[in-house]
C-alpha cells in the first residue's frame, strides 16, 4: 500500500513538470481581436457558399440545356430510323418489283425472254421502242435503288452523328454532375463548419463579456485574474459559486476499458478513445474531483460533458464526448471523481460506441479562457496525468 502512495506521488510530481506552463495565456484585448478574426473567417466561408450557389445554379441551367438537345438528338435519331426503315421498306417493294419485271426482261445466258420479246415485234419501229422500253426500265429501277440506297447510307451516317452527339453530350452532362457534386461537397463542409464557427465567436464574445464582468483589466492575463478573483471570493465568503478544490488526483474515467486511439495532439486526435467491448454503455466518471463546466450536445449530436479540475493552482478542463446519456449532474455543480457524468455512447460523429476524453488547459465557452483556436494548442496528453494500462479493470 505504501508502495501505491509512493508511485501515486511520483507520478503527480511528473505531471506536475509535464502540464505546460500558461499555454492559455490570454487578454481580453486579445480575445477582441480573435473574434474579430473569427467573424472575417466567417463571412469569407459564408461568400465562399454563395459564390458555390451560384456556381451549382450555372451548372444545373447547362445540364437542362444539355438535356434538351440530348432530347432533340434523341428525337431526330428516332426521326431517321423512321425514315431509314420506310427506305428499307420501299427497297424491298423495288425489289419485288424489280424482279418481276426482270422476270420478262432480264439478259442472262440461256435466257431468251429479253429476245423473244425484241423479236416479237412486228416492226423495225416496234422493235426499236421495245428496246428502248427494257433499257428505261432497267435505268429507271437502277436510279431508283441507287437513290434509295444512297438515302439509307446517309441517314445512316447522320444517325451515327448524332448517336455520337448524344454520348458526347451524356458525357458532358456527367462531367457537370461531377462538378456539381464536388461544389456541393464543398459547400457542405463550409456549412458544417459554419455552426461551429458561429458557435465559437458567440463563446469568444462571451467570454470577452464574462472577464469584463469579472473585473479583469483589458491587457491583464485573463486565467490568472479569474483564479485570482475566485480565490479571493471564496476566502472572503463572497460570490456565489466560489472556487474549486484543489483535486487530489486523477484517476481513470471508467472502471473497465481500454485504448482503442491515442493522443496526437493539435492537427490530430486531440485526446484519447477509451471501448469497452462487455459493457458499452458502462458509467463515466471524471477523472478528478471538479465542477460541472458544460452540459451539452454538440453540432454533430454528441452528448458532451466539461468538467473544470483545481490543479497546481490554476484551472485544467476534461472533457468528455459521444455519451449515450448524462448522469444526474447540473453545470456548475461540485463533484467528486466517484461522481457518474452520464453513460459511454456512440451519439455524434462517431463510428462506435466509445468514450473521446481530453484534457486541455483551458476551454472555449464562456469562463474557459481561451479561443476554439487556441484550444486545440492547449491539449495536454491524457497518458501524461493518469495511468493507462492496455486495459484495466479498476479506476
Not at 456556381?55 to 445540364?63: F, P
Request: glycine share 8%; aromatic share 10%; hydrophobic share 30%.
Amino acid at each position: 500500500m505504501k508502495n501505491k502512495k509512493i508511485l501515486l506521488l511520483i507520478v503527480v510530481l511528473i505531471s506536475l513538470f509535464a502540464l505546460p506552463k500558461n499555454t492559455s495565456a490570454k487578454t481580453i484585448q486579445e480575445f477582441e481581436n480573435e473574434v474579430a478574426k473569427y467573424t472575417r473567417q466567417l463571412q469569407e466561408k459564408k461568400d465562399k457558399v454563395a459564390k458555390n450557389d451560384q456556381e451549382v445554379a450555372q451548372i444545373k441551367a447547362k445540364i437542362k440545356q444539355i438535356e434538351g438537345q440530348i432530347e432533340a438528338a434523341e428525337a431526330d435519331i428516332e426521326r431517321l430510323q423512321k425514315e431509314i426503315d420506310e427506305c428499307n421498306k420501299k427497297i424491298a417493294e423495288k425489289d419485288a418489283e424489280s424482279k418481276k419485271l426482270m422476270k420478262y426482261f432480264q439478259v442472262v445466258i440461256n435466257d431468251n425472254a429479253y429476245l423473244e420479246y425484241i423479236f416479237g415485234a412486228t416492226s423495225i419501229k416496234d422493235m426499236i421502242y421495245r428496246m428502248s422500253v427494257v433499257e428505261q426500265l432497267t435505268e429507271y429501277n437502277d436510279a431508283i435503288m441507287k437513290e434509295l440506297t444512297r438515302l439509307i447510307e446517309e441517314n445512316n451516317k447522320k444517325k451515327q452523328e448524332l448517336n455520337a452527339k448524344k454520348e458526347e453530350l451524356k458525357k458532358l452532362e456527367s462531367d457537370l454532375e461531377d462538378q456539381k457534386e464536388r461544389i456541393n461537397a464543398d459547400t457542405a463542409s463550409l456549412k458544417a463548419a459554419m455552426p461551429g464557427l458561429e458557435e465559437q465567436i458567440k463563446s469568444a464574445k462571451a467570454n470577452v463579456t464574462y472577464y469584463k464582468n469579472l473585473g479583469c483589466g483589458s491587457t491583464e492575463d485573463i486565467q490568472s485574474c479569474q483564479y485570482r478573483i475566485e480565490q479571493s471570493r471564496r476566502s472572503s465568503g463572497g460570490g456565489t459559486g466560489g472556487s474549486i478544490p484543489s483535486t487530489n488526483g486523477f484517476f481513470r474515467p471508467t472502471e473497465q476499458g481500454y485504448i482503442t486511439q491515442g493522443y496526437h495532439g493539435y492537427g490530430g486526435h486531440l485526446g484519447i478513445d477509451i471501448g469497452n467491448r462487455s459493457n458499452p454503455t458502462i458509467a463515466i466518471y471524471p477523472i478528478a474531483n471538479g465542477q460541472v463546466f458544460a452540459k451539452f450536445y454538440d453540432s454533430y449530436g454528441a452528448l458532451v460533458v466539461k468538467i473544470r479540475h483545481n490543479y497546481n493552482g490554476r484551472y485544467i478542463y476534461s472533457t468528455y464526448a459521444h455519451l449515450s446519456r448524462f448522469g444526474n449532474i447540473s453545470q456548475g455543480q461540485y463533484i467528486s471523481h466517484d461522481t457518474s457524468i452520464g453513460n459511454m455512447g456512440n451519439t455524434g460523429y462517431s463510428t462506435g460506441p466509445h468514450l473521446h476524453m481530453e484534457i486541455t488547459t483551458c476551454d472555449w465557452h464562456a469562463g474557459g479562457g481561451c479561443t476554439w483556436y487556441t484550444y486545440q494548442r492547449s491539449t495536454l496528453n491524457p497518458f501524461n496525468l493518469v495511468n493507462f494500462p492496455s486495459s484495466w479493470n479498476n479506476r
